[in-house]
């Protein structure tokens, strides 16, 4: 557990347990004024060297952390929840900049959990390049859900994405748009996408709840089957809207 009154940087992190621990590696960062990643990444529940059933989870309340969002598109930055393994990752009245995908790679599950405070998802653009996008559920499972939270997602978004995704917005506000200040320029939102020329199946749900406000500056897309895609792969999106 981290809880200290100075700012810290960290380099590439690695939460996860071993040896089929029953318990996740969990790490915790309370009341820490900065906490700067840079261009890194902080992998939680992945697979290290031959380890099977990797578990981890990283919490971060009443913190201020951010990363560059400046790396190009084919890198990897921020964090990856559930990486082939089950991963857990919760942002607690914390001000946050920074990409993340939630539940990636084959057997990969992850939680994604924002409450209050604010969460800026950063990327490089107008782009549905993979590593740019903020993802919940690509190849893998996972689930994500802003609680009251003031969110900002630049670029475009995608749940279930070739994989099983669930988004739930309670309350607060979340804006898709290239960046703060362009309210113009086409980005999107993908409720369940298969990418063109694969076989994998594609499950996303979003469900705006608690009098939540959410703003696209182009299209939301359901079941969107990209080009050599194939309707027999079974692609689905639903989206509700409940108060």
């Given at each position: ?25 969990k790490i915790v960062f309370d009341g820490v004024p900065e906490i700067d990643i840079a261009q890194n990444c902080v992998w939680i529940g992945t ?65 994604f959990l924002v409450k209050g405070g604010s969460f800026h998802h950063t990327s490089g653009g107008n782009s549905d390049a993979v590593k740019n ?111």
């Open positions: 557990k981290f809880a200290m009154n100075e700012p810290i940087t960290l380099g590439t992190m690695l939460a996860t347990s071993f040896r089929d621990a029953a318990e996740p590696g697979p290290y060297m031959v380890e099977a059933n990797a578990k981890g989870e990283v919490t971060v309340c009443d913190s201020m952390l951010h990363s560059a969002g400046t790396k190009p598109l084919a890198d990897q930055e921020g964090f990856y929840v559930g990486n082939a393994g089950f991963g857990k990752l919760v942002f607690e009245d914390s001000v946050v900049t920074s990409r993340v995908h939630v539940g990636t790679e084959a057997n990969g599950v992850g939680e996008m903020m993802i919940v559920g690509y190849k893998g499972h996972g689930y994500a859900e802003l609680d009251q939270t003031a969110a900002e997602v630049t670029g475009y978004a995608a749940v279930g994405f070739e994989g099983s995704g669930v988004m739930v917005q309670k309350g607060g506000t979340c804006n898709l748009r290239i960046s703060p200040s362009d309210t113009e320029t086409p980005t999107q939102l993908h409720v369940g996408r298969q990418k063109g020329g694969t076989a994998r199946r594609a499950v996303g749900q979003f469900r705006l709840t608690g009098g939540g406000q959410f703003s696209c500056t182009h299209d939301t897309w359901l079941a969107a089957i990209g080009n050599g895609g194939s309707y027999d792969h079974y692609t689905y999106g639903t989206l509700t809207i409940d108060g």
